[in-house]
Structures are given as structure tokens and as C-alpha cells.
């Protein structure tokens, strides 16, 4: 489950998406970079699959982790088979992730790239590509 959650932070991503990722999707694994091949994720599907936002490159802090969790997933198998609602009751019995849900995940990787920003911590990101990370729209 700690490698769908970390793909989740790292891509902004729904859970939904993160934990159906299969390690076939993954055409590159190296400590300082991840390529995600995202056409098989649920609202993947529906994308043009020629595309280039059906890739997803990951860099920088917890890159190398996500690399070294990566190679003990096993062929074929989903990241984790721990669903949303499944999540979120298991957030809901923790005391300290009360009023958290799956969707924070997403909405928690938006904020910190925004903070980070304001901070003078990230390069500034064009406040309409902020918009369509944080929906996942197609640019």
C-alpha cells in the first residue's frame, strides 16, 4: 500500500488510479526518475491514447523510494488491492488522519506543490496548469 500511496502524492493522482497501476505500466523505474504509462487506469481508458498527458514523469524527494518499493511488486498484480472505501474506513479508525479521505491524497499533493511555490521551495507552475493538475483535465 506505501507505493500506491507514494505514486498517488508524487502524480497528484486518485487513488483509484494509483492503486489499480500494474508494474507493466511502469516503463522506467530508476532511483531519480519514474515513467508511468497511465492508458489503463480507469479514466485512462477514455483518453486518446496518443496523447502525451497518458505519461507521467516522477523526480525529485521520494523518487529512489518509490524505485526500491517498486521491485518487489510482482508481475501483473495491482500496486495494492486496498480500494477507496477500504481507505477511507481505514483513515476514518485513525485517530490522526480523522476527516481525511482517499481524496486527500490528491488534494494534499496540490496544496504542498502550492505552498511550496509561494515559499520560493518549487519553480513557479502557470496558475492554469495548477487548475488542470488539481482536475486532471487533458492539456
Given amino acids: 500500500m506505501r507505493l500506491?500511496?507514494?505514486v498517488a502524492w508524487k502524480s497528484a493522482a486518485r487513488w483509484a488510479e494509483a492503486a489499480s497501476l500494474?508494474?507493466?505500466q511502469f516503463l522506467l523505474v530508476e532511483p531519480q526518475e519514474i515513467i508511468i504509462d497511465?492508458?489503463?487506469t480507469p479514466k485512462g481508458r477514455k483518453k486518446n491514447p496518443i496523447r502525451a498527458s497518458?505519461?507521467?514523469v516522477l523526480l525529485g524527494s521520494l523518487t529512489d523510494e518509490i524505485a526500491a518499493l517498486f521491485r518487489n511488486l510482482a508481475p501483473f498484480n495491482p500496486l495494492t488491492k486496498v480500494t477507496t472505501s477500504a481507505l477511507d474506513r481505514m483513515w476514518g479508525n485513525t485517530p490522526t488522519m480523522t476527516g481525511f479521505t482517499a481524496h486527500s491524497i490528491k488534494r494534499g499533493a496540490v496544496t504542498h506543490i502550492l505552498d511550496r511555490m509561494v515559499s520560493g521551495l518549487a519553480d513557479p507552475v502557470p496558475p492554469y496548469l495548477v487548475d488542470r493538475i488539481s482536475k486532471h483535465e487533458e492539456m
Fill in 4 to 6: 500506491a500511496l507514494l
Fill in 22 to 24: 500494474s508494474s507493466e
Fill in 38 to 40: 497511465w492508458l489503463q
Fill in 54 to 56: 497518458r505519461y507521467v
